[in-house]
C-alpha cells in the first residue's frame, strides 16, 4: 500500500509581518522590487534582496565572512576534483589600531573602505574578495597559476600603498598591508581550516619580515600535509589505496 505525503500548506501571503523585514532593505539602501506586493514573484524578490543583504559586510559591501568560508568550501571541493589552481590570499592592514587611537574609528572605517575598493579593482570579477575581520581580508583566486600569485599579491599590495586616504579636515592618510597566499593542493582533498591556516601563516611571516609585503607558500607540490593526504587517501577504494613507493 502506498502512503503519500500531504502536500506543504500554502501560506496566504498576507498573514506575513514583512515590515521590519522591508524596513531593513530600505535602510541598507537596497531596491524594493517592481513586481506587484505579496505576488510570488515580489515576494523571492524580497527573499532575494535579504539572502544578499546577509552575505554582503556592511560596512564594505564585500563579502562578509559566513559567505567567505562557504566560498572557500565550494573552491576546495573544485580543485579536488579539477586539479585546477587556486591561491588563497590573506590581507591585513598594518598598524591599523594606531589609525584608531590617533584619528578615531571614523578614520579607521575610511580607511577600511579605501583598501575594501582598492582590492576589489586590483583582482579579477570572479575573484572573491571579503572582509573578514576588522582590518582583515580575505581574497580567493580560482584557476591561479602559481607563476601568477605572486605578481597578484604584490599588485594589490603596491596599489595599497599608493593610497592617500582623505580622513577630514585637510588631513590625507597613507598605509600599507601585508599579505600571506598559499595555493590550495591541486587533486587533493584538503579543508578550509587548512588552506586557511596555510596563508596565515605565510601573512604572520610577512608580518615578521617587516610588514607592507608578501609571502606566498613556496613550491606548491611538495606542501601537501600528511593530513591531508589521509583525507584524500580515506575516499579511496581499498583496491586504490597507493603503495609506499607512489607516495611522494
Excluded at 527573499?47 to 554582503?56: E, K
Excluded at 587556486?86 to 594606531?98: G, R, S, T, W
Excluded at 600571506?180 to 601573512?203: I, N
Amino acid at each position: 500500500m502506498e502512503h503519500c505525503l500531504p502536500a506543504p500548506a500554502l501560506i496566504d501571503a498576507r498573514a506575513l509581518d514583512l515590515d521590519q523585514a522591508l524596513q531593513l532593505l530600505q535602510q541598507a539602501g537596497a531596491l524594493l522590487p517592481d513586481e506587484a506586493p505579496l505576488s510570488a514573484a515580489w515576494l523571492q524578490a524580497v527573499l532575494d534582496a535579504l539572502c544578499d543583504l546577509s552575505s554582503r559586510d556592511a560596512l564594505t559591501g564585500l563579502a562578509n565572512r559566513r559567505s567567505f568560508e562557504m566560498a572557500l568550501a565550494r573552491e576546495v571541493d573544485r580543485v579536488a576534483r579539477s586539479g585546477e589552481a587556486a591561491l588563497l590570499l590573506m590581507l591585513d592592514i598594518d598598524h591599523f589600531k594606531a589609525v584608531n587611537d590617533t584619528h578615531g574609528h571614523g578614520a579607521g572605517d575610511q580607511v577600511i573602505c579605501a583598501v575594501a575598493r582598492v582590492i576589489e579593482q586590483a583582482v579579477r570579477p570572479m575573484d572573491l574578495v571579503a572582509r573578514v575581520g576588522g582590518e582583515e581580508f580575505g581574497i580567493i583566486l580560482p584557476s591561479c597559476a602559481p607563476h601568477v600569485g605572486l605578481a597578484v599579491a604584490e599588485r594589490v599590495r603596491e596599489r595599497i600603498a599608493e593610497l592617500a586616504i582623505d580622513i577630514g579636515a585637510g588631513q590625507r592618510l597613507g598605509v600599507t598591508a601585508s599579505l600571506g597566499g598559499a595555493f590550495a593542493p591541486q587533486w587533493v582533498r584538503s579543508s578550509p581550516l587548512l588552506w586557511t591556516e596555510r596563508a596565515d601563516r605565510q601573512l604572520y611571516r610577512a608580518k615578521a619580515e617587516g610588514r607592507d609585503r608578501a609571502c606566498l607558500e613556496p613550491q606548491v607540490d611538495s606542501l601537501v600535509s600528511a593530513e591531508e593526504k589521509g583525507m584524500l587517501f580515506a575516499t579511496l577504494n581499498p583496491s586504490d589505496t597507493p603503495t609506499q613507493q607512489d607516495l611522494p
